[in-house]
């Protein structure tokens, strides 16, 4: 049974995001302020951390370059819930490292459905630690990726799209398979952000960056 964390001040909502999960079987513990949740944190990492981003103590952002810069929360599925709704919110939130994203107001199922997938997605261990194609090198044990001798920064969530399409290199990936399980929704609006994650990586990995072919009206593929 999976372990769920709830970092969200509103109490109505808390209560609502705790009913729900808890009749779908997760096992749940919530809390209004960010210390306590950083607390907790220290005795049991959950399966799953559902954050609110507009919390009275802390930046929900700030929250999340915390969890991905330590080993031990690195790989934290992290569904974020908040009011606001414009698409470079979006964008930021996804770019450090949150893995899906709720905007109040949301459905029961909706919440449901995606906590599941999530659950679902990264349940998969990765068994392959270092992925090397041409002159890109991936290490997913130390999450860092090389372009020939010099290291290669990306976002959170650029690192992602390079490693799925590494991983499936010389194969088609389309780009529903892309938004599901980077962005963990096949939602057609996703599309601008996906196409501009691929601009800036194809950037990033300089002469390599041509490695990343567009395949017109399907998707992407990493060929070397």
Not at 106 to 127: N, P
Not at 145 to 154: A, I, M, P, R, T
Not at 160 to 177: D, F, P, W, Y
Not at 201 to 209: H, I, V, Y
Request: with cysteine; charged share 30%; hydrophobic share 40%.
């Amino acid at each position: 049974m999976a372990m769920i964390y709830i970092v969200e001040d509103d109490k109505n909502i808390r209560e609502i995001e705790e009913i729900a999960l808890k009749n779908s079987g997760y096992q749940i513990e919530s809390f209004e302020f960010a210390g306590d949740f950083m607390e907790a944190l220290e005795k049991q990492i959950p399966d799953l951390l559902l954050l609110d981003l507009m919390l009275p103590d802390a930046d929900g952002l700030q929250i999340v370059e915390t969890l991905r810069g330590k080993a031990s929360t690195r790989q934290l599925p992290i569904i974020l819930v908040t009011a606001k709704t414009t698409e470079i919110d979006k964008v930021r939130g996804l770019d450090i490292g949150a893995d899906d994203y709720l905007t109040k107001p949301f459905g029961i199922m909706e919440l449901i459905s995606r906590v599941k997938a999530l659950l679902r997605r990264t349940c998969v261990e990765q068994t392959d630690k270092i992925i090397s194609i041409g002159k890109v090198c991936l290490d997913e044990e130390k999450h860092k990726v090389k372009v020939g001798d010099e290291n290669c920064e990306l976002t959170y969530k650029e690192y992602e799209l390079l490693k799925l399409l590494m991983m499936n290199a010389g194969i088609v990936t389309s780009r529903e398979e892309i938004l599901e399980k980077v962005w963990g929704t096949n939602f057609e609006g996703e599309s601008r952000t996906l196409d501009m994650h691929i601009k800036t990586l194809r950037q990033k990995l300089k002469e390599s960056g041509g490695n990343i072919k567009t395949v017109r009206n399907v998707g992407y593929i990493f060929d070397a």
